[in-house]
């Protein structure tokens, strides 16, 4: 049973403009959240993460907001650039130390 | 640091072959984890070990799927026997920051079962 879900498997965004990426959850024991990049070939690697006691979490170009309520994440990019393109795992975990459980992924491809 | 060491970076085996995929985790992170990566189910943990020791490993698809940390530098994910359903690309991590949850990836190994 998938705890964390994308469901968008794909976006495509113009260069410059903003990208969204949403991420949902159904685990409420879930505490925190973090986001990861995939090139092809390459293991997945950190972007971004947050807490469930703030509701944003701003690095650079990369922004995550939360939405307790809701069970709802996503990751802002802006502006979004070529190098971006990859797939974007959102990942939850319930406490430090335990296991991440992942999306499926979002696969980003941002042309010029 | 070298990172998380996978090896090897490809296999391709025949069905009913044995498979073995090794892991070097970075030295000093007491977590270790392997994920398998499909396009239908994403990236799926299959088991853990904190201190060598397995903690969780009710991932692990079948009983032909199993796992070994004999020392804190090295772990094993067999496969035997090898089926066609297991074509995947294997991850191995280890977790840095407890407080973060951050985990850092290898490279990967990809299996194909013919």
């Known amino acids: 049973d998938q705890q964390v879900k994308q469901n968008s498997p794909s976006l495509s965004v113009q260069e410059g403009r903003i990208s969204i990426l949403n991420c949902d959850y159904t685990?409420?024991?879930?505490?925190?959240f973090l986001w990861y990049k995939k090139y092809p070939a390459e293991g997945p690697t950190f972007l971004i993460s947050?807490?469930?006691?703030?509701d944003k979490n701003e690095d650079g170009r990369f922004t995550v907001f939360l939405n307790k309520s809701a069970k709802h994440l996503s990751l802002h990019i802006v502006p979004s650039q070529p190098g971006d393109s990859a797939v974007y795992f959102c990942a939850a975990s319930a406490g430090s130390g335990y296991a991440l459980n992942f999306g499926k992924g979002t696969s980003l491809l941002v042309t010029p | 640091d070298a990172g998380v060491i996978q090896s090897p970076r490809h296999e391709v085996t025949e069905m009913g072959q044995e498979v073995t995929l090794r892991c070097k985790p970075i030295?000093?992170?007491?977590?270790l984890f392997w994920y398998r990566q499909t396009m239908m189910r994403g990236l799926e943990l299959l088991i853990y070990?904190?201190?060598?020791?397995?903690?969780?490993d009710s991932g692990m698809p079948e009983d032909r799927f199993s796992a070994k940390m004999p020392n804190a530098s090295f772990s094993t994910l067999k496969i035997q026997p090898s089926e066609p359903r297991d074509s995947a690309v294997y991850f191995c991590?280890?977790?840095?920051?407890?407080?973060?949850?951050?985990?850092?990836f290898g490279e990967g190994s990809r299996l194909t079962v013919l």
């Open positions: 030295s000093g992170h007491d977590y």
């Open positions: 947050i807490s469930s006691i703030k």
């Open positions: 991590a280890t977790l840095g920051d407890l407080r973060i949850g951050e985990l850092f």
């Open positions: 685990n409420s024991m879930f505490d925190y």
């Open positions: 070990f904190n201190n060598n020791v397995p903690i969780d």
